[in-house]
């Protein structure tokens, strides 16, 4: 892995629109302050923080054709949350396309979910797309704030707002993502 700065901002200015370019650049950004804070590769969370959105908006009839081209199965949950598609298809095509370490790839791979006995790595860019500076929703300056104190705190706040999100939503809940807020919850009490 040994790939350029402006190679991979070309590829994710080929692939995104405007907003989602530059929300991955912020994301990017986030992912660096809090690497230096909390003691982690600051070059691969940047990496890690720019392409974790990288096929974010493949249509999706193309990103059920790269599963099936690239040997991804989905379980029947994932099938039916396309929300999760582009980090699982976006990890795979790091590895293949640039062959980025695998914990990169993994980060990406799980910044939607999250997972039990995440890396330190999986958990700034998890925190880093809740926080970036282009994120308005109600709640995100709490988020900043968590993330201050220390990554599980903004992990717990990230997770529950998942969880809760969806359960309004009637929508399934991935199991990773409830292993991951088991995990932090059981951590933090």
Do not use: Q
Not at 39 to 53: S, T
Not at 61 to 68: C, K, Q, W
Not at 119 to 129: M, P, R
Not at 174 to 179: F, G, K, N, Q, V
């Amino acid at each position: 892995m040994n790939t350029n700065r402006e190679i991979l901002i070309k590829d994710i200015r080929e692939h995104l629109s405007d907003f989602r370019y530059n929300h991955s650049l912020e994301v990017a950004n986030s992912c660096v302050e809090l690497a230096e804070k909390y003691g982690c590769d600051k070059e691969k969370a940047y990496l890690a923080g720019i392409m974790h959105d990288v096929l974010k908006e493949l249509p999706k009839e193309e990103m059920l054709r790269f599963f099936d081209e690239h040997n991804i199965p989905l379980t029947k949950l994932e099938r039916n949350a396309p929300k999760l598609w582009h980090a699982m298809a976006g990890a795979e095509y790091l590895r293949e396309k640039y062959d980025f370490s695998e914990d990169i790839v993994s980060a990406v791979r799980y910044h939607t979910t999250g997972r039990e006995n995440m890396t330190k790595i999986e958990k700034i860019l998890f925190v880093a797309d809740f926080i970036s500076l282009d994120r308005d929703y109600n709640g995100v300056e709490d988020m900043r704030e968590r993330a201050k104190i220390s990554l599980e705190k903004a992990m717990e706040e990230g997770l529950r707002f998942t969880v809760n999100e969806l359960s309004e939503k009637c929508l399934a809940i991935h199991p990773d993502t409830i292993s991951a807020y088991n995990e932090i919850v059981l951590m933090n009490i």
